[in-house]
C-alpha cells in the first residue's frame, strides 16, 4: 500500500511557530509583516498575524485598484529600511525573510553599512540566483 503524498500550500504558514525563530534564535525585538493591502474577508489573519507578535504594515492602494493587482511589497520593504536609517532610527541588525532578487542591492548596502545579520529564505530552491555567491 502507497503512502499518499501532502501537498503543502506554499503560502500557509505557522505564524507562531515562525515568529517564535527571528524573536528566539536571533534576539529580534520587532518583526515586521509587510502585506499587500487590506481586505475585510481576511480580518482574521490580520489579528492571526498582530497577535503571533508581528508588527503589520500594509501596502496602501487606489481602491478601484485592489483586488486586480498583485500586492507589490518589495519597494515598501526596502524603503522602510532606508528610512529608519536616514533618520537614524535605532535598530541593530536586519534579518529579511525573502528569497527574492530585489532585495539584493539594499543587502549589499546593509552588508556595507554592518547592519545586515542574515537573509531567511523561505525556499531555497526558489531563491533568486543573486544570493548563491
Excluded at 500550500?9 to 507562531?16: A, K, R, T, Y
Excluded at 504594515?57 to 524603503?79: C, L, Q, T, W, Y
Excluded at 529564505?121 to 543573486?130: G, H, K, M, Y
Amino acid at each position: 500500500m502507497g503512502t499518499a503524498k501532502r501537498e503543502i500550500d506554499p503560502w500557509e504558514i505557522d505564524l507562531v511557530r515562525f515568529s517564535c525563530i527571528p524573536q528566539g534564535k536571533y534576539s529580534v525585538d520587532k518583526a515586521y509583516y509587510f502585506l499587500g493591502y487590506v481586505q475585510e474577508t481576511n480580518q482574521e489573519l490580520y489579528e492571526e498575524i498582530q497577535n503571533a507578535g508581528f508588527v503589520l504594515i500594509f501596502r496602501e492602494h487606489n481602491p478601484a485598484m485592489i483586488g486586480k493587482k498583485k500586492g507589490n511589497v518589495d519597494s515598501d520593504i526596502i524603503f522602510h529600511i532606508m528610512k529608519k536609517m536616514y533618520k537614524k532610527e535605532y535598530f541593530e541588525k536586519i534579518i529579511l525573510v525573502s528569497g527574492d532578487g530585489d532585495y539584493k542591492l539594499a543587502v549589499d548596502f546593509l552588508i556595507e553599512e554592518n547592519r545586515f545579520a542574515k537573509i531567511l529564505f523561505p525556499d531555497r530552491n526558489r531563491a533568486s540566483s543573486l544570493y548563491k555567491k
